[in-house]
């Protein structure tokens, strides 16, 4: 796939949710449903991510 624009988002510290709500909906707006669901997930299987990536003592996901 071409790509055939740019995308510039809010410097809101959200960027990386923007531009995955971007390309997955079509719609920035939509960081916060995506932000919301990806901590959740990350909050519900943390053992699995901790064996993976390790984890420090106070690293815990913020929303």
Not at 19 to 30: K, M, P, R, Y
Not at 31 to 58: D, H, M, W
């Amino acid at each position: 796939k071409q790509v055939v624009g740019h995308f510039n988002p809010l410097p809101d510290g959200n960027s990386g949710f923007r531009a995955f709500a971007l390309a997955i909906t079509s719609n920035q707006e939509q960081y916060k449903l995506l932000k919301t669901k990806v901590i959740a997930i990350l909050n519900k299987k943390n053992l699995f991510y901790q064996q993976i990536f390790g984890s420090s003592p106070s690293s815990k996901p913020s929303s």
